[in-house]
């Protein structure tokens, strides 16, 4: 069993819609954990930290549930530029591992 | 001004070669990192140094061999390449890799 997973997709998702990932992990000694999005041939970057109170960022809301080791991404009003695959990040004892990515197309 | 910068962006080589690719950060940050994106984009991680410090070393042939000078710096060489080396290979950064991690822009290499 990997130790991040995440539905590979593709979701395909009408412009405006609200779409909803998520993630498990498997070690409960995982620390920190984050989403993150990277575009077709470019590097991932930070979308956001994924704390246990839930956190929101505009039209992005995280959420972190320890108990049952399962982080959230939920995606409001989406917008074509959101388009992009998106990677649930989890920190453990300074390495950080990478789940395989959901594919996350907005249609116009 | 780029945070993590790597070089070269692009590397195209024959088997058998050895190459180094560079990675610089400007963050202050205190660990560094190096990821290997394979064709099937899963980021798999290679190696993590804290303060000069190796603290990570995957299971990677021994043909890749980290190298950091201070801890601006993460270099990564190596030896005898392979078909299967190529990839993408990102360095990263964090602050103890609590407040997430900032990466470079990736060096594409392809073995021939």
């Known amino acids: 069993r990997k130790e991040v997973e995440q539905d590979p997709g593709p979701f395909n998702v009408p412009e405006g819609a609200t779409v909803a990932f998520n993630c498990t992990y498997s070690?409960?000694?995982?620390?920190?954990f984050f989403w993150y999005r990277q575009d077709c041939r470019k590097e991932p970057k930070l979308l956001m930290s994924v704390y246990s109170s839930g956190n929101e960022d505009g039209r992005f809301t995280a959420q972190l549930n320890r108990a049952s080791q399962y982080i959230s991404l939920l995606i409001r009003d989406s917008k074509l530029s959101d388009s992009a695959t998106y990677l649930c990040?989890?920190?453990?004892?300074?390495?950080?591992?990478f789940g395989k990515g959901t594919r996350l197309h907005i249609l116009p | 001004d780029t945070a993590v910068s790597q070089t070269p962006k692009y590397l195209v080589t024959q088997m058998g070669n050895d190459k180094s690719i560079k990675c610089e950060q400007n963050?202050?940050?205190?660990?560094m990192y190096w990821y290997k994106q394979d064709s099937k984009k899963f980021l798999k991680i290679m190696f993590s140094?804290?303060?000069?410090?190796?603290?990570i070393n995957e299971t990677v042939p021994n043909r890749f061999s980290p190298k950091s000078p201070d801890k601006a710096h993460l270099n990564l060489h190596i030896n005898s390449l392979e078909l299967g080396d190529s990839a993408v290979y990102f360095c990263?950064?964090?602050?103890?890799?609590?407040?997430?991690?900032?990466f470079g822009s990736g060096t594409r290499l392809t073995v021939v």
């Open positions: 963050l202050g940050h205190d660990t």
């Open positions: 990263a950064s964090s602050l103890q890799g609590v407040y997430g991690y900032t």
């Open positions: 070690n409960s000694a995982s620390q920190s």
């Open positions: 990040v989890v920190n453990r004892d300074d390495k950080i591992i």
């Open positions: 140094y804290n303060n000069k410090e190796l603290i």
